[in-house]
């Protein structure tokens, strides 16, 4: 096997359910490197970081976790969270820490229907009889998740504290997430963006935002573009879905919104992601949408398909797209034979999910 063809992933499953859906893939891809189309080989590095890790030392990973992940080819990321530890300083301390130090500023959430998987819109055909696909493009770095603000005066007594929460937009962060959701119009079947603003309520930031938008949009003569407040796109998520095709939007906004559209397609279990460093200067991290849903974490019933998908995103991202098709085809195929967990009104295990979706490699 050439060396392009052999990688070292970091595992990072953290908390909840996280490890359950992380195993699942590990499973998953060690069959499809096996005997899928396109032959590689995976070396895991397993990384013990999370909410446990914190009641032991403090700290949600090493002071110098970045250092030991900065020379993988990839991260895949499970998910962190637990009621032990406040959940800003677990997201703050490995999720948003591995995001912001890798500046993987773009973040992709595709939106797709799976088959089998009832969805709670009436139709999951678009008005020109397309099935419902679209990709929610999410500015990773800044925005409203820049960690800028404070907390003071708490000195004057209870009742009395301040809190100050910053949004930050640059034009460099706005042009490079613009640009990113561009090019990736220009290869789907509709190329079509577009953005989210909430321009007439912050006037400063977003109307940034718009102008950059607007400037990298005169650029793509070819490619469809339109700006929708964020309100009216909640709106349009449930009642005019086939309308979307890319859509870009500030770190929050599409935080928010692709959560909707997870729901729309049946599950936040489902969902898939990508946090990218396009410049590859430093590595990527995949990671299924969801949170380490405490609720049903130990029970053996996650849902399984959201890490899959994310881990077909990143399979494309090592420039394994045969493998990355495979893998899509198998995830589809389980959904489509009913081969479903409680979240999606089936009463499948993880691992019998897992062993559905293996068995159709
Ligand atoms: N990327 C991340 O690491 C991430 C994302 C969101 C939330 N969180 C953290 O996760 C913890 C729980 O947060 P939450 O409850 O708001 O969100 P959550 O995503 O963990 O759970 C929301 C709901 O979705 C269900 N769910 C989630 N993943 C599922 C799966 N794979 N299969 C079946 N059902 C699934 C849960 O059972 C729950 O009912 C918190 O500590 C939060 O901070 C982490």
């Known amino acids: 096997m050439s060396a392009q063809?052999?990688?070292?992933?970091?595992?990072?499953?953290?908390?909840?359910?996280?490890?359950?859906?992380?195993?699942?893939?590990?499973?998953?891809?060690a069959e499809l490197a096996r005997r899928g189309p396109?032959?590689?080989?995976?070396?895991?590095?397993?990384?013990?970081?999370?909410?446990?890790?914190?009641?032991?030392?403090?700290?949600?990973?090493?002071?110098d976790g970045l250092d030991r992940l900065r020379e993988m080819d990839a991260i895949f990321f499970g998910a962190v969270g637990w009621?032990?530890?406040?959940?800003?300083?677990?997201?703050?301390?490995?999720?948003?820490?591995?995001?912001?130090?890798?500046?993987?500023?773009?973040?992709?959430?595709?939106?797709?229907?799976?088959?089998g998987v009832r969805s709670p819109l009436r139709g999951t055909q678009?008005?020109?009889?397309?099935?419902?696909?679209?990709?929610?493009?999410?500015?990773?770095?800044?925005g409203e998740y820049a960690g800028l603000g404070g907390r003071n005066l708490s000195g004057r007594g209870p009742g009395h504290?301040?809190?100050?929460?910053?949004?930050?937009?640059?034009?460099?962060?706005?042009?490079?997430?613009?640009?990113?959701?561009?090019?990736?119009?220009?290869t789907r079947e509709r190329p079509k963006v577009t953005g989210v603003t909430k321009s007439n309520a912050q006037q400063y930031g977003m109307v940034l935002w718009d102008e950059v938008f607007d400037r990298v949009a005169e650029e793509y003569p070819d490619v469809e573009a339109e700006r929708v407040l964020v309100d009216a796109m909640a709106a349009r998520f449930v009642l005019q879905p086939e309308s979307l095709s890319v859509v870009v939007a500030s770190n929050l906004h599409a935080d928010i919104l692709s959560d909707l559209g997870s729901a729309l397609a049946g599950s936040l279990g489902v969902a898939a992601s990508a946090n990218l460093n396009p410049e590859r200067r430093h590595p990527s991290m995949f990671e299924p949408v969801h949170g380490s849903a405490p609720d049903i974490a130990g029970q053996g019933v996650a849902d399984p398909i959201g890490a899959f998908g994310s881990a077909a995103l990143m399979l494309e991202h090592l420039g394994l797209p045969a493998a990355a098709a495979a893998l899509e085809a198998a995830i589809a195929e389980t959904t489509g034979a009913g081969v479903l967990t409680p979240d999606l009104g089936g009463n499948a295990t993880t691992d019998e999910v897992t062993k559905a979706l293996v068995d159709r490699l």
């Open 83 to 115: 009621p032990t530890v406040p959940d800003h300083v677990s997201l703050w301390g490995l999720r948003l820490a591995i995001c912001q130090g890798f500046d993987q500023w773009a973040n992709i959430r595709p939106v797709r229907f799976l088959p």
């Open 5 to 29: 063809h052999r990688f070292t992933i970091a595992a990072v499953p953290a908390d909840g359910v996280g490890t359950e859906v992380v195993d699942a893939t590990r499973t998953a891809l």
């Open 126 to 142: 678009g008005a020109q009889g397309r099935a419902l696909d679209w990709v929610v493009i999410r500015e990773n770095s800044e």
């Open 38 to 63: 396109q032959p590689f080989e995976i070396t895991w590095r397993e990384f013990d970081w999370g909410s446990h890790y914190y009641a032991e030392h403090g700290r949600m990973m090493p002071e």
């Open 161 to 186: 504290e301040v809190a100050v929460q910053s949004a930050l937009f640059t034009e460099t962060g706005c042009e490079r997430i613009a640009r990113y959701a561009f090019d990736l119009a220009r």
